[in-house]
């Protein structure tokens, strides 16, 4: 039977030196309940014990008097670093709801743009978690096609190479879509997870090479 987990596994990890494993758990554990303020305070008091105002900053600023002075304007650093755009901040800071942002998300967005053109960063677009979204739904269709034509070509030979190249297609798709990925992790700063989705982009690259070069000898 599926336990959800609890900020007392948090804990645990965190008392067993897993700072990095009780961090994870904490935000998997906000992004699946923005609403609950709870974890989301047990993840800003973890990032305030080990010192990062920026990132406590980031997941208090959504809450009422939670935030202090510093970790305001380090959340406003981070955001305006970031590039995100307005519409996209709801989704940046994994606040609940929809419609209008907080008081005090608001309040700070004079601030995110001080800085921002201080640090001469242009606003990013709206698009990149879209467009991940959308590589992997070509990716997948791509990968039925294949599989597809491949059955079939085991009756009409002439469709097998076609097969191959939609199967070059969608790697390729996977890859474009772990290289926004990467991108979009590393504007968060989650340097784990960025690396972990290179690692996907590698692979997947070296897989299309490999079926491109079959491809060329069936050719």
Known sequence: MHVDPTTEDADRLWADGDRRGALLLLRRMVEAAPEDTARRLALVERYRSMGHPDQAGRWAIGLPGVATAVERDRAARLLASSGVARPDLRRFLVLPGEGDLPAEVVELLPEVDRYRKIMDVPVRARTSPDLAESLFLVAGGLTALAFVLRVV????????????????????????????????RLVERR???????????????VFAALLVGQTLGDW
């Open 153 to 184: 070509g085991e009756l009409l030979p002439s469709l097998v190479l076609p097969s191959h190249w939609a199967g070059f297609a969608a790697i390729t798709g996977v890859a474009a879509a772990s290289a926004v990925q990467v991108r979009s």
């Open 191 to 205: 340097w784990g997870s960025a690396a972990a989705w290179v690692v996907i982009a590698i692979a997947t690259l």
